[in-house]
């Protein structure tokens, strides 16, 4: 079966560094997408990677390993207002999106 | 209209009732989906269509239908409403070619009692 698993819940302090990884097992690979989805709210789009590496978007970065199946999307010098969710969704060889359930980062003053 | 509007924003509904939820987009864009998102899961497709005229079952299609009669519009209409239909529903569009990164609704959220 497909799978997409990160963590369900991280905590980080305002100002610091966090890594939220994500881990992928589905048929085929057309690309790794990462959203953001403030409670309440709809996802927004953050960012997309489909060769090998990092790809840096200001204060969001996004990495990837096809051969691990694995990303990791780093958020740097973070501000309250990066409390959300952070879904990672891997679209298939049928090019459908498969998501993971999210990873919820609480930002702490 | 900027984006993606859905309606109704929130509602609450009896068992065995028709519900149609409403999904439009000014965008152009060709492909447009429907997902339902449930504490701890992660989106789930419920149908989608890569262009007017043509629709396709997701991952949890039953108790659901689409129509596409054109561009902008892509309704999902639930025939009998069952408990278990309880969700917040998203729809979202996409231009299909390159990175088709989705566009999405501020969401419906749908009791079922």
């Known amino acids: 079966g497909q799978n997409i698993d990160q963590p369900t819940e991280m905590t980080a302090t305002e100002g610091a560094i966090v890594q939220i990884n994500c881990t992928y097992q589905?048929?085929?690979?057309?690309?790794l997408f990462w959203y953001q989805q403030h409670a309440g709210e709809a996802p927004t789009f953050l960012s997309y990677?489909?060769l090998d590496g990092l790809e840096e978007k200001g204060r969001f970065s996004s990495f990837l390993s096809r051969s691990k199946g694995y990303s990791y999307l780093l958020l740097k010098e973070l501000q309250m207002k990066d409390s959300a969710s952070y879904l990672c969704?891997?679209?298939?060889?049928?090019?459908?999106?498969?998501w993971g359930a999210g990873t919820k980062l609480i930002i702490k003053p | 209209i900027a984006g993606i509007t859905q309606a109704p924003t929130s509602q609450i509904l009896a068992a065995g009732r028709r519900m149609t939820l409403r999904c439009t987009q000014d965008?152009?864009?060709?492909?447009m989906y429907w997902y339902r998102q449930d504490l701890g899961l992660g989106l789930r497709l419920i149908h989608y269509?890569?262009?007017?005229?043509?629709?396709g079952k997701g991952e949890v299609p039953d108790g659901y239908s689409v129509s596409r009669a054109n561009t902008d519009d892509f309704p999902l209409t639930l025939a009998s409403a069952v408990p278990s239909q309880t969700s917040v529903y998203f729809c979202?569009?996409?231009?299909?070619?390159?990175?088709?990164?989705?566009?999405f609704g501020a969401g419906s959220r749908l009791t079922v009692l």
């Open positions: 990677n489909v």
């Open positions: 979202a569009s996409g231009a299909v070619s390159g990175a088709n990164v989705l566009t």
């Open positions: 965008m152009r864009h060709n492909a």
């Open positions: 969704a891997v679209r298939d060889s049928n090019y459908q999106l498969i």
């Open positions: 269509s890569n262009t007017a005229g043509t629709t």
């Open positions: 589905t048929s085929g690979f057309n690309g």
